[in-house]
C-alpha cells in the first residue's frame, strides 16, 4: 500500500487516517457495525456446518471453531459439491457486502430500469445520497466481470486476502471523503432465473436454485443485459443529468473496455463531463475500439492513467509494446486480484491532482466543441 502523501497537510494526514486502515490492523467499521456479520445470512441457510465462516475485525475470512482460512476442498472427492458449497458462500458474501455499502457506507439503492413494471424483474447500482443533485465531483467505480457483483473488486480476494482488499468500500470512503459523490456500479447483475422470481422462493430454495443449473430459467434483465448495456443505462438516466459538473472513473479489468465503449458510444458527453479515468489493469484496446478516431485517442491519452500488476515498485512507468494506450504505471504487486488495494492512494492522488488542474484553468479552456455547437455556428454564418 502506498504511504500517505509527504506533501498533505497534517490535519488531512488526520482525516484520512480516520477513514482508512492499515490492511494489517483491525477495521474500524467493521468493530462499529458489529450487528452486521456474514455468520447471520449462514445462520439462516442450510450450510450452518458447511460453512462456519466469518470476518474478523481484520476483514479476513476465518472459520468460527478453528480460526483457519477457508478451506475449498470440504467433501473428499466431490468437486462438484465443494464448487456448490463455493457458489453458496459467493452468494452469501454479495448479500453480506450489499449490507455494507448501504449500512456503513449509507449508500443508496436505485433499481433499474426506471419504468419497470411491478412484477419485473430489475438490476440496481448504488449511490450516495444528493450525488446527482449537490456533488460538484462523482467517482463512479466500474468492476471487473465476474460472479460478483456491486461493492467487490473480485470474490476470490475477498474469500483469500479480505474485505480491505477485494471490496470496494476503502474507495468509496476515500470517495466520499474527497469527492462528495460516488456511484458504484453493478455490471455483473445480468441475468434473472424466471422461475425463481415467480415464486418468490425462500432463501434456501434460491441456494439449491444456484447450484441446480437444470432448474434455472435464466433470463436477461431489461436494460441491464450485459455490463456494457447497464453502464450505458446509468450513464444516460442518472450521471449525464446529474448536476455535478466533474466525473471521475475508477475501472477495473473489463471495466476499463465497458467505460471505452460508454466513451465511443456517448463521445461529446463523456469528453466533457468526464475529466479523468483511473484505468486497473485494464482490458480495454484503443485501436481495436476507437478505430481511426483521433479525438477519442488523443482524449484517453490526455486524461487517463493505468495501473497494472507488475514487479516493479508502485507508480513507476510500465511500457507497453502491445498497445497505444495512456501512462502506465505499477500497481505495486504482481497479483491481479491485489492491485486495486495496493494502489488506491495512488489513485485518489491522481485524481485529487487532475480535478485540482481542471478546475483552476477551466476558465482559460474552452468547451470541447460539439455537434450541436458546430452546428448552430453554420447556421450563423
Excluded at 486502515?21 to 462499529?32: N, S, V
Excluded at 475449498?72 to 454479495?94: A, C, D, M, P
Excluded at 450489499?98 to 419497470?116: F, G, M
Excluded at 444528493?130 to 465531483?137: E, G, R, Y
Amino acid at each position: 500500500m502506498a504511504p500517505p502523501d509527504p506533501g498533505e497537510p497534517p490535519q488531512s494526514k488526520r482525516s484520512v487516517s480516520m477513514m482508512m486502515t492499515d490492511f494489517t490492523g483491525e477495521l474500524l467499521w467493521l468493530k462499529t457495525e458489529h450487528e452486521l456479520s456474514l455468520w447471520k445470512l449462514v445462520e439462516g441457510s442450510e450450510y450452518q456446518e458447511q460453512l462456519k465462516y466469518d470476518f474478523n475485525t481484520k476483514g479476513e475470512l476465518r472459520h468460527l471453531d478453528t480460526n483457519e482460512s477457508f478451506v475449498f476442498n470440504y467433501y473428499k472427492n466431490s468437486h462438484e459439491k465443494n464448487h456448490e458449497r463455493y457458489q453458496v458462500l459467493g452468494h452469501l458474501i454479495t448479500q453480506y457486502v450489499y449490507e455494507l455499502l448501504e449500512r456503513v457506507c449509507t449508500l443508496q439503492k436505485v433499481y433499474i430500469p426506471t419504468n419497470a413494471t411491478e412484477d419485473e424483474p430489475r438490476s440496481f447500482f448504488f449511490m450516495s445520497e444528493k450525488a446527482l443533485t449537490s456533488s460538484s465531483s462523482i467517482i463512479v467505480l466500474l468492476q471487473d466481470r465476474g460472479v460478483f457483483h456491486a461493492g467487490q473488486w473480485g470474490q476470490k480476494a475477498i474469500i483469500r486476502e479480505g474485505l480491505n482488499h477485494g471490496t470496494q468500500i476503502q474507495f468509496i470512503k476515500m470517495a466520499l471523503q474527497s469527492h462528495g459523490g460516488v456511484i458504484v456500479l453493478n455490471p455483473n447483475d445480468n441475468l434473472v432465473d424466471l422461475k425463481m422470481e415467480r415464486e418468490r422462493q425462500s432463501f434456501s430454495a434460491r441456494e439449491e436454485s444456484l447450484t441446480s443449473t437444470q432448474s434455472c430459467q435464466w433470463i436477461p434483465k431489461r436494460c441491464s443485459s450485459s455490463p456494457e448495456e447497464h453502464t450505458m443505462y446509468v450513464w444516460d438516466h442518472f450521471i449525464s443529468k446529474s448536476a455535478a459538473k466533474h466525473v471521475a472513473f475508477i475501472a477495473h479489468g473489463y471495466g476499463g473496455l465497458v467505460f471505452v465503449d460508454l466513451l465511443v458510444q456517448r463521445k461529446w458527453e463523456v469528453m466533457n463531463k468526464v475529466y479523468s479515468v483511473a484505468f486497473i489493469d485494464s482490458l480495454h484496446n484503443i485501436q481495436h475500439q476507437t478505430g481511426s478516431d483521433p479525438q477519442i485517442q488523443e482524449w484517453i491519452l490526455k486524461h487517463c492513467r493505468e495501473w497494472v500488476s507488475n514487479s516493479k515498485p508502485l507508480d513507476k512507468a510500465v511500457g507497453s509494446l502491445l498497445k497505444v494506450n495512456c501512462t502506465t504505471v505499477s500497481a505495486g504487486t504482481e497479483k491481479y486480484g491485489l492491485a486495486p488495494s495496493y494502489c488506491l492512494h495512488s489513485v485518489f492522488k491522481y485524481l485529487k491532482s487532475t480535478l485540482k488542474a481542471k478546475t483552476t484553468t477551466a476558465f482559460t479552456r474552452s468547451p470541447i466543441a460539439t455537434r450541436g455547437s458546430t452546428s448552430k455556428k453554420r447556421d450563423n454564418k
